[in-house]
C-alpha cells in the first residue's frame, strides 16, 4: 500500500520563497511527481524525480530521497499566479497514488 | 490536437441510475486512467488501462466499470449510482505508464441525489 503525507495549507507573500513537503511510505517506488492544480481546473505537471537531488526548472525544484522517503517542492519568487494545490505523487507497480494536496496561498 | 477530452461537463443523477463518463485523447498515448477528487482525500485511482483491451483495478474500484476497445476512448461506467459516488472525476493519459506526465482532462463534476 501507499501513504503519502503533505500539509494542508500555507500562506506565503508575494516576492517570497515557500517549500511544499510531502514525505511518503509505499512499495514498489519508481518515482515522485509534483502537480500543480489551480481551483476549479484539472492537475497539471511540475516535475519528475527518479533520482536522488535537486532538479530545477525554472522558479520551481524538487527534491528526492529515497532513502527517508521524502520529497519537498521549491517555489521561488512566488507570484499570485502560483495560489493553487500542490499535489505530490508517487508512481510504482503503474499507478500513481496521489497525497491530499498542499494549498497555497499567496498575498500581496 | 484537442488532448484529453471528457464528456459531460455536469451531471446529475438519481440514486440507482447508471450512466457512462466518455474519455477520449487524440495522443496515441498507452497509458489511461479514472481519479476521482473530493474534499480533504485527494485524487484517488479508479481504473487504469495499459493498453488496449487491458484494464485493472485501482484504490477505489467498487461500483465503478471500464473498457478500452480502442486506444483512444477509456469511458468509465457507474452501474447503480450512489450519493457517494458525488465527486469530480478526471481521466488521464501519458505515453507509456505511470511513470510518465499524465496529462488531465478538464473534469466531469457528478452530482447523485
Known amino acids: 500500500g501507499q501513504n503519502i503525507d503533505q500539509p494542508t495549507e500555507m500562506t506565503a507573500t508575494e516576492g517570497a520563497i515557500v517549500q511544499i513537503n510531502c514525505t511518503y511510505q509505499?512499495?514498489?517506488?519508481?518515482?515522485l511527481f509534483w502537480y500543480q492544480q489551480h481551483a476549479g481546473e484539472a492537475p497539471t505537471f511540475l516535475s519528475y524525480?527518479?533520482?536522488?537531488g535537486l532538479e530545477e526548472k525554472g522558479r520551481f525544484s524538487s527534491f528526492l530521497s529515497r532513502s527517508k522517503g521524502y520529497s519537498y517542492l521549491l517555489l521561488k519568487e512566488l507570484q499570485m499566479k502560483d495560489s493553487a494545490s500542490y499535489l505530490c505523487?508517487?508512481?510504482?507497480?503503474?499507478?500513481?497514488?496521489f497525497g491530499k494536496g498542499n494549498q497555497v496561498v499567496v498575498i500581496p | 490536437n484537442a488532448g484529453v477530452t471528457q464528456t459531460p461537463k455536469f451531471q446529475v443523477l438519481k440514486t440507482g441510475q447508471s450512466m457512462t463518463l466518455q474519455c477520449a485523447q487524440d495522443?496515441?498515448?498507452?497509458?489511461m486512467s479514472w481519479y476521482r477528487q473530493d474534499p480533504g482525500m485527494g485524487l484517488r485511482l479508479i481504473h487504469y488501462?495499459?493498453?488496449?483491451?487491458?484494464?485493472d483495478q485501482g484504490e477505489v474500484p467498487n461500483g465503478y466499470n471500464v473498457s478500452r476497445s480502442t486506444t483512444e476512448d477509456f469511458p468509465l461506467r457507474l452501474l447503480s449510482a450512489a450519493p457517494s459516488q458525488t465527486s469530480v472525476y478526471f481521466c488521464?493519459?501519458?505515453?507509456?505508464?505511470?511513470?510518465?506526465?499524465?496529462?488531465f482532462g478538464p473534469g466531469t463534476r457528478l452530482t447523485v441525489t
Open positions: 509505499t512499495s514498489g517506488f519508481n518515482g
Open positions: 488501462s495499459v493498453g488496449a483491451g487491458i484494464t
Open positions: 495522443m496515441n498515448h498507452e497509458y
Open positions: 488521464a493519459s501519458s505515453r507509456q505508464g505511470a511513470g510518465y506526465e499524465q496529462y
Open positions: 524525480n527518479v533520482l536522488d
Open positions: 505523487a508517487v508512481t510504482g507497480n503503474n499507478r500513481l497514488a
